[in-house]
C-alpha cells in the first residue's frame, strides 16, 4: 500500500490518477471533506487527517509500506506557517512511518531547499528535508524546481490575471529566473521511484529542459493568449508586499509567497537533471503552455483528446 499524503493538492490529483491507472493500490491522506467526492474513485482508500493530528496519522499508517509525501502550503495563514506545514508535519509524519516500519519514503521538496531565512518557504523545505533524513528509514528527495499544469499555482494564476488586468506585473528589476517542470513529468518520475527505487538515499533536483525569467513567462502567456499588455516593473520588495496583501484577500491569487520565493532564489539547475535519474526528457514549458492556454481549453477536453496526448515519446 502507497500513502499518499497531500493527496487532494495539485500534485496529489495528479499523481493519484496516474498510479490508479497503473493499477497500484494507494490510501490518499485528505484534509477537506470536499476532496472526497472527487478522489474516490482515484483511491483505494481515503483517509482524512491533519498532518498534526498523530491518532488519525497512526491510523493511515496501517498496512503501509511506502508514503509519497506531497503536503505542504505556498501560502501562509494564521492557522499555518511554512515551517509548522514543512517541519512539524513531517516530523510527525516520521514518527508514525517508523512505528509502523515504512520501507519507503519519498519526500517531494524544492530544487533549491537551502538554510537560508531571507526565503522562508526554500528554509522550511529544507527544514522538512532534515526530518526526513533522521528519521532513521529509507527516503528518496526529489526536488522539483516550479511546477506547470492544470490546477498549477504558477502558470494558471498568471495566465488569469493577464486576461483581466490592464498590466503585466513583472517582479523585480534583475530577472528573475527558474527552470519550470510539467507535473506529469514529477509523477512519472514519482512512480519509478516507487516502483524501482530510484535514487534511495538521495536528494534528486528535476527541472524542466528550459531556463526562462519571469518576464519570458509572461511574453509566452501573452502570445498564446494573444494579449498585448504592457508591462509594468515593480521593485521586488513592493511585489512581495503585494503578494502578501493578495494573499490575505483572494482565494486564488495569482503569486503566493513560496512561489515568489522560488522565483527571487532562482530555481536552476542542470538542463539533463531528468534525464540523467530518470531516462526521459520532459516537456518544455512551451509546448505545455500552449496545451494549457488554447482557446479550445485544457489537456483532455480538447476534441476528445486524452491527456495522453501531451506526453509523446516521455512514459517511462
Not at 2 to 7: Q, Y
Not at 88 to 112: P, Q
Not at 252 to 265: A, C, E, H, K
Not at 281 to 306: D, I, Q
Request: aromatic share 6%; proline share 6%; glycine share 10%.
Amino acid at each position: 500500500m502507497i500513502l499518499v499524503t497531500g493527496a487532494g493538492g495539485f500534485v496529489g490529483v495528479h499523481l493519484l490518477k496516474r498510479l490508479s491507472a497503473l493499477g497500484l493500490p494507494v490510501r490518499a491522506l485528505i484534509r477537506s471533506d470536499a476532496d472526497v467526492g472527487r478522489l474516490r474513485r482515484v483511491a483505494r482508500s481515503l483517509c482524512r487527517s491533519a498532518i498534526a493530528d498523530a491518532a488519525s496519522l497512526k491510523r493511515a499508517m496501517q498496512g503501509v509500506e511506502q508514503v509519497i509525501h506531497l503536503a505542504g502550503i505556498f501560502r501562509e495563514s494564521w492557522k499555518e506557517t511554512f515551517e509548522t506545514a514543512h517541519q512539524d508535519g513531517t516530523r510527525r509524519l516520521m514518527e508514525a512511518a517508523r512505528e509502523a516500519k515504512v520501507r519507503h519514503v519519498v519526500y517531494v521538496s524544492t530544487l533549491g531547499a537551502a538554510p537560508d531565512r531571507i526565503y522562508p518557504f526554500v528554509r522550511s523545505k529544507w527544514l522538512g528535508e532534515g526530518e526526513v533524513r533522521s528519521s532513521g528509514l529509507p527516503f528518496t528527495i526529489l526536488r522539483p524546481s516550479l511546477l506547470f499544469g492544470e490546477g498549477d499555482h504558477f502558470l494558471m494564476p498568471l495566465s488569469r490575471l493577464l486576461r483581466s488586468s490592464p498590466y503585466a506585473i513583472i517582479p523585480g528589476c534583475e530577472p528573475l529566473r527558474c527552470q519550470p517542470l510539467w507535473v506529469g513529468d514529477l509523477v512519472s518520475c514519482l512512480v519509478k521511484t516507487v516502483e524501482s527505487g530510484v535514487g534511495k538515499g538521495e536528494a534528486i533536483a528535476l527541472a524542466g529542459p528550459a531556463q526562462i525569467s519571469y518576464e519570458g513567462v509572461v511574453d509566452l502567456v501573452q502570445r498564446e493568449l494573444g494579449s498585448r499588455r504592457p508591462k509594468m516593473l515593480l521593485p521586488l520588495s513592493l511585489a512581495a508586499t503585494l503578494t502578501l496583501l493578495l494573499e490575505r484577500v483572494m482565494g486564488s491569487p495569482p503569486l503566493t509567497t513560496g512561489v515568489l520565493d522560488i522565483w527571487r532564489l532562482g530555481a536552476i539547475t542542470s538542463r539533463d537533471t531528468v534525464q540523467k535519474a530518470y531516462g526521459f526528457t520532459p516537456m518544455p514549458l512551451s509546448e505545455g503552455a500552449r496545451y494549457l492556454l488554447s482557446s479550445n481549453g485544457p489537456p483532455g477536453r480538447r476534441g476528445g483528446r486524452k491527456e495522453r496526448t501531451m506526453t509523446p515519446n516521455r512514459s517511462i
